[in-house]
């Protein structure tokens, strides 16, 4: 890790350790538990769109079938969380891998409609062979873990935020390896790095494997902690919602992406107000922010304090 | 047996027409611009409501309510252009797919704060009895939605094929550089692309409201649906989206009818994929064609 993301995540660690104690309502609290679940899915996004250069809109498929599976296996199978979890996300990665193996020969639009669609397939079986249909199912159990039951929002919390800085951990290490740097050399020329030897087909199925587990995870821990599922939550508009997490906190950094997921979570919570203007605001907050910050939220913030400091080293 | 058949075609074809006139605002405009305009949907929408709006609330005559009507869409078809599509300078892909996104949830914002939840229907053009093909119940408006998504694929023939306009807009899609060294107002064309895509979507929504009502949020759907059509025939032809979007409608329908009702959208993404798969030029692009195009 750069100096930089070492203190960055110490000081991540730090507010998620503090947000419980000095902010402990509920609702608070909650809304932060649906941000971590957002993230993990928005971190394996930003890695697949601003390390490795490609475009899903089938994020949404994923995180249902993570869901599903679990929730399925954990209710009428009577499996522990951690193995219907485990299952879970070994079903996402073999979609992912039937999904990539064709897909991924795509580009640009084609590879977004072709994510689109698989997204939307998935939509349509869970609404027709799913628990419960189109009105889905609950009595889902809570989460597990060492003989414990997690049902405290608190408990909630920690548990997912501290999945979410494992899954950070992971993926910033991973992209300043070796693997890293071929992802960002594909991003930059897939011919180069055809030419260089590398192998980009695989890297690329490698990286959209790693996006569909991180979606899986989050799609397991929405469902224990919400204990009810329902289609509508895993539809196209949660795959846009995730596109704009990584993009409104931006695509080529990884804390982007957590930015982003806190941003777009809360923001409708704060827009509550507005009531049937809701979802008009929201779509114009959107719209500015993606012509004036095009870079995103966090690169932006980097530069302005990049300057500043450029501006204190001239003045001495 | 053959009267149900002919039935299940018929609602096809019908749908089949939407998807096609909505896979024709998607090539117009990336034509012109290789953008993929995904509030193409909510111009649908535009046209069934405004229409709702002008004919039914404000009682005005028909032909002025359609002519407000492809005003008020193409209107929005020039804002959304002007305000945030012209603004951005040097845009990459994923900006220009989430600018149109964001757009179509401003649209669906709008829409739904001015018109509400409820979905909204209007008389078909025609009063009269329906036809009646080897017992298979055909409604008028049905042949008015053919007949006009049939005018309308003739007319933007000629536009493009005839006019110096309809040329130029060609030229911009097939080479913005050239096109200006040639003296075509490039950014004008742009525009003029937003605004006729815009009309024409409007066209398909005032045509299939009487048949199957219209509300705020129908929009995402149809333009999936449409885009799945664009795809199909390959992206930029006019031809191929036509016929996409009537092979997109018909197998929906035979598969609603003679399967399950809860599977036809499945199908069309499904039979979408296989020829992404296997053919993502589409069936009239070639594939040389496909690696001249920047996206």
Redesign the interface.
């Known amino acids: 890790m750069k100096k930089g993301d070492v203190s960055a995540f110490f000081i991540f660690l730090l507010l998620i350790l503090l947000l419980p104690v000095f902010s402990g309502s509920t609702y608070t609290l909650t809304v932060g538990i649906f941000s971590g679940i957002n993230a993990l899915v928005a971190i394996g996004l930003c890695i697949l769109m601003g390390y490795a250069g490609q475009v899903s809109l089938g994020q949404a498929g994923f995180y249902g079938i993570g869901a599903y599976v679990s929730s399925i296996l954990s209710l009428y199978m009577g499996l522990p969380f951690v193995i219907s979890a485990f299952f879970a996300m070994i079903v996402s990665a073999v979609a992912a891998v039937i999904l990539a193996v064709p897909a991924l020969r795509l580009k640009g639009h084609y590879l977004a409609v072709a994510t689109l669609g698989f997204g939307e397939i998935i939509y349509v079986i869970l609404n027709e062979w799913g628990p419960g249909g189109p009105s889905g199912f609950g009595d889902i159990p809570h989460v597990e873990l060492l003989g414990h039951t997690i049902t405290s929002t608190t408990g909630y919390f920690y548990l997912i935020w501290g999945l979410v800085a494992v899954v950070m951990l992971f993926s910033i290490n991973l992209i300043r390896s070796g693997t890293g740097r071929a992802l960002r050399a594909i991003h930059d020329s897939e011919l180069a790095c055809n030419a260089m030897g590398l192998n980009v087909v695989a890297l690329k199925i490698k990286v959209f494997i790693l996006s569909a587990v991180y979606a899986s995870l989050a799609g397991c821990l929405y469902a224990h902690y919400v204990t009810f599922i329902s289609p509508s939550s895993f539809s196209l508009f949660y795959s846009i919602l995730v596109l704009m997490m990584v993009i409104v906190g931006g695509i080529t950094n990884l804390w982007g992406a957590i930015i982003g997921a806190v941003v777009i979570t809360v923001l409708p919570e704060l827009l509550r107000k507005f009531e049937e203007l809701d979802v008009l605001v929201y779509g114009l907050i959107l719209t500015v922010s993606l012509l004036f910050f095009r870079k995103g939220l966090v690169p932006m913030v980097i530069e302005k304090i990049k300057k500043l400091r450029g501006f204190a080293v001239a003045k001495h | 047996m053959l009267t149900v058949f002919l039935q299940f075609l018929f609602s096809g074809l019908t749908v089949g027409a939407v998807y096609a006139l909505v896979g024709i605002g998607f090539n117009i405009t990336y034509n012109a611009t290789s953008i ?1 305009n995904l509030a193409q949907g909510e111009f649908v929408v535009i046209g069934g409501l405004m229409m709702w709006f002008f004919s039914e609330s404000l009682k005005l005559p028909f032909f002025v309510s359609v002519a407000l009507t492809i005003v008020s869409a193409g209107t929005v078809g020039l804002l959304m252009e002007r305000l ?1 599509i012209k ?2 300078k040097n845009p990459d ?3 220009m ?3 149109t ?10 829409l ?2 001015s018109f509400g939840k409820d979905p909204y229907v209007y008389p078909p053009f025609t009063e009269g009895d329906p036809v009646s093909i080897y017992g298979a119940i055909i409604q008028q408006q049905t042949l008015w939605v053919i007949g006009i998504t049939g005018f309308c694929i003739v007319v933007l023939f000629f536009f493009f094929k005839k006019t110096m306009m309809g040329k130029a807009m060609l030229a911009c899609a097939v080479n913005p550089t050239a096109a200006k060294l040639v003296g075509i107002n490039v950014s004008r064309m742009v525009m003029f692309s937003f605004i006729l895509s815009a009309i024409v979507g409007a066209i398909g929504g005032m045509a299939i409201t009487p048949i199957s009502l219209m509300e705020y949020d129908k929009g ?1 759907m149809l333009a ?1 649906k449409g ?2 059509a664009a ?1 199909m025939g390959g ?1 930029g032809s006019n031809r191929g989206a036509v016929i996409g979007g009537f092979i997109i409608g018909i197998l929906e329908s035979m598969t609603a009818g003679y399967i ?1 009702s ?2 036809k ?2 199908v069309a ?2 039979i ?2 296989l020829i ?2 296997f053919k ?1 030029a589409g069936i009239f692009v070639s594939k040389t064609m496909l690696q001249l195009r920047k ?1």
């Open positions: 993929i945030t603004p951005l892909l994923l900006l797919i989430m600018i996104i964001a757009v179509s949830i401003v649209l669906r914002g709008v739904m704060f995402p999936v885009f799945c795809i992206l399950h809860g599977l959208d499945a993404l499904i979408l994929l992404l798969f993502p996206y």
